[in-house]
């Protein structure tokens, strides 16, 4: 296994360093998106760069060595957004804006990290000075939406109440473990609960998916983009 890679680790210069500038860090495999986003933070006034990391090994080296304000992360190296639930949970000052590829830019997906606690999306494609704007926006606001994907996500919060309760971390665990054709007491032994346990998480998720039994619920979610298909965890 090679060492964990993390790019574009220059500091910001001296006068920086004792203004309260927003730390800014990124998630993504592309080395061009990574220079070219250290290049617009460090010519910013009011921002400084923290680094980038171009898998999530060094991505959470990254967040425990420099504590960025702001990560941005590829929407592809995170589609259910698992990495930024983790982040999140350990650091709740932590501002994660999710960089949103072409086939990503959909309410369902939005919506989506925003649950796993995401504070913003932004197209991949957006002009520079939008993602300025997000970077500054975001951790005043603690939620931005790019103005190209709000309409669709406003026409999905009007219908938000017909949108199924949100699942618990387990319960989402439980469903994962389903999806991947476990039976309960497989789950059990994976998750280190007792079997009723994992009736009990079964029971509140097939309620709020409003769902008749384990594989309607499973249908369910890959419906309303709760799972990914063809995607590692």
């Known amino acids: 296994m090679t060492a964990p890679h993390i790019a574009g680790q220059h500091t910001a210069p001296a006068q920086r360093r004792g203004q309260?500038?927003?730390?800014?860090?990124?998630?993504?495999?592309?080395?061009?998106?990574?220079?070219?986003?250290s290049t617009l933070v460090n010519r910013?006034?009011?921002?400084?760069?923290?680094?980038?990391?171009?898998?999530?090994?060094?991505?959470?080296?990254?967040?425990?060595?420099?504590?960025?304000?702001?990560?941005?992360v590829d929407s592809a190296l995170d589609p259910?957004?698992?990495?930024?639930?983790?982040?999140?949970?350990?650091?709740?000052?932590?501002?994660?804006?999710?960089?949103?590829r072409d086939g990503h830019c959909t309410a369902e997906f939005a919506q989506r990290v925003f649950r796993r606690g995401a504070r913003g999306v932004v197209p991949r494609q957006a002009e520079p000075a939008q993602v300025l704007q997000a970077i500054h926006h975001t951790p005043i606001s603690r939620r931005y939406v790019d103005p190209v994907l709000a309409p669709?996500?406003?026409?999905?919060?009007?219908d938000a109440g017909s949108a199924p309760a949100l699942l618990t971390r387990r319960e989402f665990e439980v469903l994962q473990l389903i999806a991947d054709?476990?039976?309960?007491?497989?789950?059990?032994?994976?998750?280190?609960v007792s079997?009723?346990?994992?009736?009990?998480?079964?029971?509140?998720?097939?309620?709020?998916?409003?769902a008749r039994d384990r594989a309607h619920a499973v249908a369910i979610s890959y419906r309303i983009g709760l799972l990914v298909a063809g995607t590692d965890r």
Do not use: C, Y
């Not at 006034?45 to 941005?72: I, M, N, T, Y």
């Not at 259910?80 to 994660?96: A, K, P």
């Not at 079997?195 to 409003?210: A, D, F, Y």
């Open 80 to 100: 259910l957004g698992h990495f930024t639930r983790l982040l999140t949970e350990q650091n709740e000052r932590l501002v994660v804006l999710t960089v949103l």
């Open 181 to 192: 054709g476990l039976e309960n007491r497989a789950v059990a032994s994976a998750l280190f």
């Open 20 to 37: 309260a500038t927003i730390g800014v860090a990124l998630l993504d495999q592309v080395p061009l998106f990574r220079e070219g986003l």
């Open 195 to 210: 079997v009723e346990t994992v009736r009990t998480h079964i029971k509140g998720m097939l309620r709020k998916l409003g």
């Open 152 to 158: 669709l996500l406003a026409a999905a919060d009007a």
């Open 44 to 72: 910013t006034p009011g921002l400084h760069w923290s680094g980038a990391a171009r898998d999530h090994r060094a991505a959470v080296q990254l967040h425990e060595r420099h504590r960025p304000d702001v990560l941005l």
